[in-house]
């Protein structure tokens, strides 16, 4: 992108702009090149800014929040990365609704929900990423998701224009939202209920040893790869098909759980693109089924 262009952006915004970040500082995979400018805003207006900068000048952009659903390719983005982990940490509480900022991490608002004494996040407690990720992308585990106690989301169009939807204007299904393309949440309000603090407190860990029972969380991985087809567990049929270790590069479907690829220190895009195709051709030869991406990919080759 030509100079110009990059320096016009940084005039505009309070916060930091970085050039050539790499990516893969920013994902839990810990793959992805860089990115061609990465925008730490410091608040609305900073977002703004950086849309409408993209917008006039026709950049691309990438609204990242804690990078733990995606697959950034080794050739890293050209364009905007709009870094939203770290701005809007806002979090509280109000009777029984949650106001809770797009950077708020997942691990915190579980937190926050059961010092409060209020149920219905806990199934959250292990997941890693942002509120805003976890709504754009409808996040769920052990039969919850986000949308079930979601009562508003406050965002940005990508025009820039502010606008709040309420639940029932929106629609949700298995790890997909109807929100807007391009837009930013800003903002996610929950309504939960009020339930026993020590209860709550026993169910959260409960989820956290389990899911450090099943999944390989002391590897760098990007959670589960493949959605699960109806009625079935993408991990069963990797384990089902014997693909359980096999290893690209520093790439391997882990041999704890066969959803999961993990980055065993210097895997490639490259490395994982080629062992989901070896997995998606397996399954689908032995069993018939397709296996979708759960994890977006993201970037050039
Ligand atoms: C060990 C492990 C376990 C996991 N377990 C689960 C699980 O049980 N269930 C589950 O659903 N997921 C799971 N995940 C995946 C991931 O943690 C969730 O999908 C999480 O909600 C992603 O949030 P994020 O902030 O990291 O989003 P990112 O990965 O940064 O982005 C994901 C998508 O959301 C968009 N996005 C991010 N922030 C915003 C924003 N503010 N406004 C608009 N769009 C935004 C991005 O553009 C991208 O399209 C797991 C991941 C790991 C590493």
């Not at 990516?23 to 992805?32: C, E, Q, V, Y």
């Not at 980055?263 to 979708?292: F, K, M, P, S, Y």
């Amino acid at each position: 992108m030509e100079r110009e262009k990059k320096g016009a952006l940084e005039q505009q915004i309070r916060g930091r702009v970085r050039y050539g970040e790499p990516l893969d500082k920013h994902t839990s995979f810990g793959i992805g090149g860089p990115a061609d400018i990465m925008v730490f805003p410091e608040g609305l207006e900073d977002v703004q800014a950086t849309l409408t900068f993209c917008r006039s000048a026709q950049v691309p952009y990438l609204v990242l929040g804690g990078g733990s659903n995606l697959l950034v390719r080794d050739g890293g983005f050209r364009g905007v990365v709009l870094h939203m982990g770290g701005v809007f940490p806002q979090l509280a509480c109000e009777e029984m609704r949650i106001r809770a900022g797009a950077g708020v991490r997942l691990s915190r608002l579980v937190a926050f929900c059961s010092r409060q004494g209020l149920a219905g996040m806990e199934w959250l407690a292990g997941i890693p990423g942002t509120v805003g990720g976890a709504v754009k992308g409808n996040a769920g585990a052990g039969g919850g998701c986000i949308a079930d106690h979601l009562a508003e989301v406050r965002l940005l169009l990508p025009e820039g224009d502010e606008h709040i939807f309420s639940r029932d204007q929106l629609e949700f299904s298995y790890r997909r939202s109807s929100l807007p393309a391009g837009c930013v949440v800003v903002e996610a309000n929950f309504d939960l209920e009020r339930g026993d603090p020590v209860e709550i407190r026993r169910r959260v860990s409960e989820n956290l040893l389990e899911r450090n029972r099943r999944q390989p969380v002391e590897w760098r991985s990007a959670g589960s790869i493949f959605k699960n087809p109806p009625g079935d567990y993408a991990g069963r049929l990797v384990e089902k098909v014997k693909l359980k270790g096999t290893r690209i590069g520093d790439a391997c479907i882990s041999p704890k759980h066969g959803n999961f690829i993990i980055n065993l220190g210097r895997a490639t895009a490259v490395d994982v693109l080629a062992l989901i195709r070896v997995v998606q051709r397996r399954v689908h030869e032995d069993t018939g089924v397709e296996l979708e991406l759960e994890v977006q990919a993201v970037g050039e080759e």
